[in-house]
């Protein structure tokens, strides 16, 4: 897209935040918004090195937020509805998205999405569902918090660090970090276990205890306002894959998603799902795949620049998504500035 003489931005953003939507809405706000989630935590059991500003979402918020929707006169719809929407436009809407198939989904979301006859929609990634995903980031951060002191040997030197205070904690998680996103693409499954210690069969336990069961999605099959869709089968970022590799991982996830449901796997989200890890060639195998749309990970609302089903922007729901943070994102306020 292209960008605008930052300047020019500077003065329209004001304007925008000024008039309140008054100016931003009818132009950027658009038909709606898709909001993106991950796990749905009580607050003491979010990440202690991030606070809210990690993956998860306490039940508390998700409830105001759902009330500030409603009190905003939005409608809550499933992504079916969406792909109706986006050819025939009715009442704003926002549509609730949950990435990976965390089981916190259903234990804290469902109660609260039946209360309020919410529809929503959880992609899982096949490998958190059978227990394969190495969820490196979460063995780190529960290491680095139990231990005053962490060591891990990489090929090329080894990392040793204090992780006594709190704020040594912060500083290694991040420096560690860094160098697993490095090493990540390089070492084999058992090089990467090796590394934290741990085997297969625990690795296998640890990742399955956060995610939904099958028999749960089994039993909840024709629930009125549950969709599952699809996030591949191993998670990866799609736009590094070869063309075989990438059509292996919508169609393997489809069809196995598809015989564990019983009905057609229809929507698509893209694992990371920024313009490095998805484009062009990841929403035409979409299509060529079979799916009716694909959801990014790219900021944005459902107006006249994102009407492709293939590449739905959508917003990160988080706790500080509030107030007057939610009325930039819904008045268009935001997508200006993120786009423009
Ligand atoms: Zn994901």
């Not at 990435?99 to 804290?108: E, K, M, R, V």
């Not at 999605?217 to 599952?228: C, K, M, P, Q, W």
């Not at 079979?290 to 994102?306: H, K």
Request: one cysteine or more; proline letters at 5%; hydrophobic letters at 35%.
């Amino acid at each position: 897209m292209t960008k605008l003489n930052p300047w020019i931005k500077r003065k329209l953003l004001g304007l925008f935040v000024k008039t309140k939507g008054y100016i931003s809405s009818p132009i950027f706000g658009g038909q709606g918004v898709l909001f993106c989630f991950h796990r749905i935590l009580p607050k003491d059991q979010h990440s202690a090195l991030f606070g809210g500003s990690g993956m998860a979402v306490s039940p508390e918020y998700l409830e105001q937020l759902i009330l500030a929707l409603k009190q905003r006169n939005y409608e809550f719809v499933s992504m079916d509805e969406v792909l109706i929407r986006l050819k025939k436009p009715k009442s704003k809407f926002v549509c609730f998205s949950f990435d990976d198939g965390y089981a916190d989904n259903l234990s804290y979301g469902l109660p609260l999405f039946e209360k309020y006859e919410i529809p929503f929609i959880v992609y899982p990634s096949l490998n958190l569902l059978n227990g394969d995903l190495i969820r490196w980031w979460d063995i780190l951060e529960q290491q680095i918090l139990s231990d005053s002191e962490v060591k891990y040997a990489f090929p090329t030197h080894t990392i040793e660090l204090k992780t006594e205070t709190l704020e040594e904690k912060a500083t290694a998680w991040w420096k560690i970090r860094s160098l697993f996103l490095e090493w990540e693409g390089k070492f084999s499954r058992s090089e990467m276990l090796q590394l934290l210690a741990k085997d297969e069969q625990w690795n296998n336990l640890f990742t399955k205890s956060v995610a939904i069961p099958e028999l749960r999605l089994v039993e909840l099959r024709n629930h009125r306002l549950l969709t599952i869709g699809s996030h591949t089968v191993n998670h990866l970022p799609l736009k590094k894959l070869p063309e075989d590799q990438l059509r292996f991982e919508l169609q393997e996830s489809k069809r196995y998603l598809e015989n564990l449901m019983k009905y057609e796997i229809k929507h698509l989200a893209y694992p990371y799902g920024s313009p490095n890890e998805c484009g062009e060639r990841e929403y035409h195998m979409a299509r060529e795949c079979g799916y009716l749309s694909g959801v990014t990970f790219n900021p944005g609302n459902i107006t006249f620049n994102n009407l492709n089903p293939f590449s739905l922007p959508r917003f990160a729901g988080g706790e500080s998504v509030k107030s007057e943070k939610l009325d930039h994102i819904l008045n268009g306020v935001r997508h200006f500035a993120d786009n423009y």
